[in-house]
């Protein structure tokens, strides 16, 4: 068996701001994997073009939308000395490398995937190749660089069985042990964060409601203000974790206190547990403060210098590179090409 060596890889896509499920699906763990790996993190710019143009928001939205994504993961503890951090359309091989993976992957696989069907809705017929293809990219950018692990929240699930998928039928076909079967890392008591106005819902940038989100870029009154407004059920808060099943909303609120400050569902319901969700709420709007106001600081000042920012990016996306060109590489030989 190939031992390969232990690397990261994950990325946003800069479609919006990053929002609290955001930091606390994927980014609470990038930066703590700091500690024991090699890190890459990328901003994936060609995963936002796979929307309508309305959604990404043309050249100039992508432009500013890729510098703060990673102003973000900046803020939110990434160091740009420990990691490699990039914008994904910066290393071509990704792309180069999807062709490729299109090729291996099948398109019985693809249909199954929930992402597309629910981000395209009903009319798919108009959705663009490229969301279809997603999953297919979102491989490529892991194996481009032999990534071993890749922190994501809950609903990355499924794109990852879909790598594991392509991985493992290329390795096949080549008669080689050269991909990875890469490890998803969904850790954490946060690894759905639901939307503050349906607990059904994900917590999501693209949802119409601002209410349903806490943006990592909102003032300290408006997440008061979104804690407050969001909604519960007309029970109080049960002293077990049991008493939470099948109350989604109650559920989604005592699981972000608890990631939040680092505890278990069962430490915030002995200390919540029995009483009215206004105690809740007004508790998990100071934390909520306290936590994201240094990063919207930090986003604030790195962004007061865009070239700082573009540098970083230039800088990782260089060193990126000389990971991802040596598997180009080797990829192509494997396959023949001349
Ligand atoms: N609600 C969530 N709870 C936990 N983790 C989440 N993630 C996203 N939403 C939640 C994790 O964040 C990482 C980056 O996601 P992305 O920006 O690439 O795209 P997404 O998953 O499509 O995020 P959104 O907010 O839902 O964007 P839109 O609305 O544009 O589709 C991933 O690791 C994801 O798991």
């Not at 890749?150 to 991985?167: N, S």
């Not at 077990?240 to 099943?245: F, Q, T």
């Amino acid at each position: 068996m190939t031992a390969f060596k232990q690397r990261v890889l994950s990325g946003m896509q800069p479609t919006g701001n990053l929002h609290l499920g955001n930091y606390l699906g994927a980014m609470v763990n990038w930066v703590k994997m700091q500690e024991t790996h090699e890190t890459l993190y990328c901003v994936v710019d060609l995963h936002a073009i796979t929307q309508a143009t309305s959604v990404w928001g043309g050249p100039a939205t992508l432009r500013k939308s890729t510098l703060e994504v990673a102003a973000a993961y900046i803020a939110a503890g990434i160091d740009p000395n420990r990691s490699i951090l990039f914008n994904q359309s910066r290393v071509h091989q990704h792309a180069e490398l999807a062709w490729i993976f299109n090729c291996v992957a099948r398109l019985g696989w693809l249909n199954r995937m929930t992402q597309f069907k629910e981000k395209a809705g009903k009319d798919r017929e108009n959705a663009s190749v490229g969301l279809y293809d997603y999953p297919v990219l979102m491989a490529a950018d892991i194996l481009i660089y032999h990534a071993t692990h890749v922190p994501v929240g809950d609903d990355q699930k499924q794109h990852l069985e879909l790598c594991r998928d392509i991985a493992i039928k290329f390795n096949n076909d080549f008669s080689v042990e050269f991909f990875p079967i890469t490890e998803p890392v969904i850790m954490g008591t946060a690894t759905r964060v639901m939307s503050l106005r349906d607990g059904t819902k994900k917590m999501s940038k693209s949802d119409p409601s601002d209410l349903s989100r806490i943006n990592l870029t909102d003032s300290a009154d408006d997440i008061a203000k979104k804690i407050r407004k969001a909604k519960t059920d007309a029970d109080g808060l049960p002293a077990e974790a049991e008493g939470l099943k099948g109350r989604a909303e109650a559920e989604n609120l005592v699981g972000i206190y608890a990631a939040l400050s680092d505890v278990t569902v069962a430490d915030v319901l002995k200390q919540f547990g029995g009483g009215q969700f206004s105690a809740l709420k007004n508790a998990l709007a100071d934390l909520a403060v306290a936590k994201l106001a240094p990063i919207n600081d930090k986003m604030v000042r790195l962004l007061a210098d865009p070239g700082y920012v573009e540098g970083v990016l230039v800088d990782g996306a260089a060193r990126a590179a000389v990971i991802a060109e040596p598997i180009m590489a080797e990829t192509k030989k494997i396959m023949g090409f001349v």
